[in-house]
């Protein structure tokens, strides 16, 4: 496993949250990956991380509007 997936994988695995920072930030990094469907191979890749981050924003944005709390 490399460095980066060995990462992730601990962020998810033992993060103490349950919350939507990491559901957005999962569900943005699958966006992504979607996004380049003929990339292909077994080497590392690079991730844009404007085009995550717009993404993550876009998922958690709705959570932190004070006009229309989403209650969790």
């Known amino acids: 496993m490399g460095n ?3 990462l992730l994988a601990s ?3 033992h993060d103490a949250k349950q919350n939507t920072d990491k559901i957005a930030f999962v ?3 699958n966006d992504v990956r979607l996004s380049y469907l003929d990339v292909t191979g077994t080497k ?3 991730v844009p991380l404007r085009l ?3 993404f993550w924003t876009a998922y958690h944005w709705p ?3 004070e006009d229309a709390p989403i209650h969790q």
């Open 11 to 13: 962020i998810l695995r």
């Open 44 to 46: 590392s890749v690079a």
């Open 52 to 54: 995550h981050a717009e």
């Open 63 to 65: 959570f932190m509007r």
């Open 4 to 6: 980066g997936q060995a």
């Open 27 to 29: 569900r943005a990094l």
